[in-house]
């Protein structure tokens, strides 16, 4: 890869970066407003929290059973790990 090709994935991923930044902002800034402007009692907080966490359980799955065959990792599946070997011939 020469250098050319380096510089302009790193500016696409420098801007991906910046706009993804800029959305999440803007996002905050309209719940931080409509939070300010909505007086929740406490029950409604706390619904509210665990509706935010049964969707993102809810993505999560989803987003799990909808990956390709070849991603999904197997349970049975773990990383070889070669066995630890005395150093410089210290063998019994």
Not at 77 to 86: Q, V
Request: hydrophobic fraction near 50%.
């Amino acid at each position: 890869m020469n250098f050319p090709d380096a510089l302009k994935k790193f500016s696409i991923g420098y801007l991906k970066l910046v706009i993804t930044l800029a959305v999440f902002c803007a996002v905050m800034q309209v719940i931080a407003a409509w939070w300010h402007n909505v007086h929740l009692s406490l029950m409604e907080i706390v619904l509210l929290l665990f509706a935010a966490l049964g969707m993102s359980v809810v993505a999560y799955v989803h987003r799990q059973r909808n990956r390709k065959p070849q991603e999904r990792r197997d349970a049975h599946k773990s990383a070889e790990r070669t066995p630890l070997m005395p150093r410089y011939g210290d063998h019994q």
